[in-house]
């Protein structure tokens, strides 16, 4: 069954073939109580593809990337993330969760935790490293986020831009498949904003396949695939960055980037 | 120091008004303690009386025992203590270092001097020797698990491993006498230490349970803490004495000792319970969802990442907890007729010697002078361990 609606789901986006997809989102919905925030969602995203998210807050952003890990539940639909169903098995959960890093707007670093430990928790606990290896690949991902001198001390001792750079070695050291960007710029000094949005389009060069959901419209023009702009629980408009900036087709569309460029 | 008065004590009418009220009133009330003590009082019947408001009728060739567990209970502890991570910004000079220790140790080391001088006995000082070994040898033990293959140790086995110890050798103490050769301040001291340790795993699971999805769990644990928390703990205690005999033939019973042991961690546990659920509850919910979002399960969440930050936060309450824990021992005196200080201090007033003169304010200041010590020596660690572990949080 869960084929079926594999390929179902395929065939409503339009470009990318169904092989490439490493998320698929289906006829998603999902309620807090009586307010509807995400209706009838369907995307997909390839493989070394980056997406961003953008829309007015409110509009269900959030929400949606945080169904893909589960940390909300969806209420209806499907979503695959490298094959596998979002189920309320557990197992999968779980799997889907070893395979998607997530950046979160206020960081949530574990404060107890050093740096290095805090980057070490997932190879750790989760992958089952020995403590030495699990240090030495936490280590190597604090120098590529180019903070190593930084192991020892707690997350409250770092500025803003680095606690984000920590959270993001953080969830590479899982080595994902997929990372969700939460508006990881959003809690951040305006000076700090580009040392993790240069870090990110490093990753993005990479080839990790991203979703992002932020307000930093230069970034969006610079490094995503494809816009999605969401408005009210729904995707409006998908499109290349050069579509939807420069030549939105739907009226909100519009609407919404006059307010914000 | 002429200008400091100006501005502290003597800024305005009413403030000087409101100084020299209240410095009368403090006169008065020095230079009556100190008549108290240096002059009118009759410690004598301390003195006396020392040993029997100590450890009761403790058999002689017991004591060792006593003191064996008295020396592991302090080593345990050092090396606790001394196991910490130690604050990266902590480098001192020596002057610094000596304050601290005198902070820390020097109240412990003037009633250790005053019981030393008041039982004027070698075995005394030697004991006093005995316990600063133990305290440093255990300090020295725990810095290895800083510096050693110790480290890879978990935390809750170390843990384990340094409460066991003085356990052990406890219950081997109770089991050796009989009860009726039990008393004094060696009854709260172990009724306190015992029951701090065991009530301290009971109530982090009942917080647990109460904050668990099972609805079994959470409603077993509700029930439970609302009924303790509903008791008056002295109603307790004697419920510990009478009610038991119904359910358990009194040859099989066990001793008032194990019973209030049974009562005050029982009784604790409820109430930590619910001090640290607030300290969970103070947790924010990211920090369970960056969990989560790499993976953890829900009980490595809570005992990798939550439970520790809410422990930290709830450090005072806790201790307050202990500390009431402390000073409660003393209603098991009424409550199970078990011989502890406070009754030893009344009974002892009674003695032929000194029958009607009047030295129950004597005992009673020796009472409580013992229990402010060991209290105030919880509360100034509690905010020690506070700052140490608060380390890059503030």
């Known amino acids: 069954m869960s084929n079926e609606v594999f390929k179902d789901a395929s065939k409503m986006s339009g470009d990318r073939e169904s092989d490439d997809a490493i998320i698929v989102i289906d006829s998603v919905y999902k309620r807090f109580k009586d307010f509807e925030a995400l209706k009838n969602i369907h995307m997909q995203v390839g493989r070394k593809e980056v997406v961003v998210v953008i829309g007015p807050s409110g509009s269900g952003k959030s929400t949606l990337i945080r169904c893909i890990n589960r940390l909300e539940v969806h209420d209806e639909g499907h979503i695959f993330v490298d094959g596998t169903a979002l189920t309320t098995d557990i197992r999968n959960i779980q799997e889907i969760r070893r ?34 290896a699990a240090e030495e690949l936490a280590m190597e991902l604090l120098t590529r986020v180019k903070i190593p001198e930084q192991a020892d001390k707690f997350p409250a001792q770092l500025s803003g831009g680095q606690q984000q750079r920590v959270a993001l070695a953080r969830a590479l050291a899982m080595t994902p498949k997929v990372m969700l960007f939460d508006e990881p710029t959003s809690a951040l000094d305006p000076e ?41 629980g729904e995707i409006v408009e998908v499109g290349t960055p050069t579509e939807i900036f420069d030549n939105p087709k739907e009226e909100r569309t519009k609407k919404f980037l006059s307010q914000i460029l | 120091m002429i200008t400091w008065m100006r501005r502290n004590l003597f800024r305005s009418v009413t403030d000087s008004l409101l100084t020299v009220v209240s410095a009368t009133i403090l006169g008065i009330v020095l230079v009556q303690v100190f008549q108290f003590v240096f002059i009118n009082g009759r410690w004598e019947i301390i003195q006396v009386n020392l040993k029997i408001l100590l450890v009761g009728r403790f058999p002689d060739e017991l004591m060792y025992l006593v003191g064996f567990s008295i020396l592991a209970i302090c080593f345990s502890i050092a090396s606790l203590a001394g196991g910490l991570e130690r604050a990266p910004n902590s480098i001192q000079n020596l002057p610094a270092k000596l304050w601290g220790l005198f902070q820390r140790f020097g109240l412990i080391a003037a009633t250790a001097a005053l019981l030393i001088v008041l039982a004027a006995d070698f075995d005394a000082v030697a004991f006093g020797g ?39 050798l406890i219950f081997i103490t109770i089991g050796q006498a009989a009860l009726e050769e039990w008393g004094g301040f ?22 647990l349970s109460r904050r668990s999805s099972l609805p079994l769990l959470r409603w077993l644990s509700t029930t439970y803490i609302e009924l303790i928390r509903g008791a008056p703990l002295f109603v307790l205690l004697l419920l510990a004495g009478v009610a038991l005999e119904f359910f358990i033939p009194s040859s099989i019973a066990p001793d008032a000792i194990f019973r209030a042991i049974t009562v005050f961690t029982l009784f604790t546990a409820a109430y930590l319970a619910e001090v640290i659920r607030g300290g969970l509850q103070s947790i924010p919910k990211g920090q369970a969802e960056a969990g989560k979002a790499l993976g953890l399960s829900t009980v490595k969440i809570t005992f990798l990442i939550t439970l520790p930050q809410a422990l930290r936060n709830v450090i005072p309450a806790q201790i307050g907890q202990f500390i009431s824990l402390f000073k409660d021992t003393t209603l098991a005196g009424v409550a199970l007729s078990v011989f502890e200080l406070l009754n030893v201090g009344s009974a002892i007033t009674k003695q032929d010697d000194y029958l009607g003169q009047g030295l129950i304010y004597e005992t009673l200041a020796f009472v409580a002078l013992l229990f402010w010590v060991g209290s105030y020596v919880m509360s100034r660690e509690s905010q020690r361990i506070e700052k140490k572990l608060g380390v890059g949080l503030r």
């Open chain 1, 99 to 132: 395979e998607t890093g997530m950046v979160f707007q206020n960081f949530n670093l574990f404060p107890h935790l050093t740096v290095l430990t805090n980057v070490a928790m997932g190879p750790r606990r989760v992958r089952g490293l020995s403590k030495s």
């Open chain 1, 192 to 232: 700090m904003i580009n040392e993790v949005l240069d870090a990110m389009k490093e990753l993005a060069q990479e080839g990790m396949t991203m979703i992002v959901v932020t307000h930093e419209m230069g970034f969006a023009r610079e490094v995503a695939d494809r816009v999605i702009f969401m408005d009210n």
């Open chain 2, 130 to 168: 005995y316990v600063l070994m133990s305290i440093v040898a255990g300090t020295l033990f725990g810095r290895l698990r800083r510096t050693t293959a110790l480290k890879k140790l978990p935390g809750w086995i170390w843990v384990l491993l340094n409460a066991s110890l003085p356990m052990v």
């Open chain 2, 186 to 207: 060696l009854i709260n001291f172990y009724l306190a230490v015992v029951s701090i340790t065991l009530s301290f795993p009971l109530g982090v699971l009942l917080a």
